[in-house]
C-alpha cells in the first residue's frame, strides 16, 4: 500500500514558476514509477509527466518548461514548473504504479493568473 501527499501548489504570476511534491509513505517507492497528471474545471483529467526507474515522459503541452524528478531516499518526486501559463491552472495529482497507476494523492490546486 501506498500513500501519496502532493504539496506545494498556490498561486502565481504567468511567466513564474512553482514546484510540486508528492511525498510517500509505504515500502519499495523505488519500484514505483510515478507520474502527475492534472485536471482543469470543466475538463477530464490528463497526463502531465512521468518518471520511471530510469526514464521521463513529458506531454507535449509541458515539454520544455516542467521537469519531473524523484528522490529514492526522500521517497518523494518532485514536479519543477517554470514558464507557468494560465492554461497550466489545474489541480494537480501524484501517481504510483508499477503496471498502471493504482495510488493517487488528494491533488493540489495550481492557479496561474494572466
Known amino acids: 500500500q501506498v500513500q501519496l501527499v502532493e504539496s506545494g501548489g498556490g498561486l502565481v504570476q504567468a511567466g513564474g514558476s512553482l514546484r510540486l511534491s508528492c511525498a510517500a509513505t509505504?515500502?519499495?517507492?523505488?519500484?514505483?514509477?510515478m507520474g502527475w497528471f492534472r485536471q482543469a474545471p470543466g475538463k477530464e483529467r490528463e497526463f502531465v509527466a512521468a518518471?520511471?526507474?530510469?526514464?521521463?515522459y513529458y506531454a507535449e503541452s509541458v515539454k520544455g518548461r516542467f521537469t519531473i524528478s524523484r528522490d529514492n531516499f526522500k521517497n518523494t518526486v518532485y514536479l519543477q514548473m517554470n514558464s507557468l501559463k494560465p492554461e497550466d491552472t489545474a489541480v494537480y495529482y501524484c501517481?504510483?504504479?508499477?503496471?498502471?497507476?493504482?495510488?493517487w494523492g488528494q491533488g493540489t490546486q495550481v492557479t496561474v493568473s494572466s
Open positions: 501517481a504510483a504504479g508499477r503496471v498502471q497507476y493504482d495510488y
Open positions: 509505504g515500502r519499495a517507492f523505488s519500484t514505483y514509477d
Open positions: 518518471i520511471t526507474r530510469t526514464r521521463t
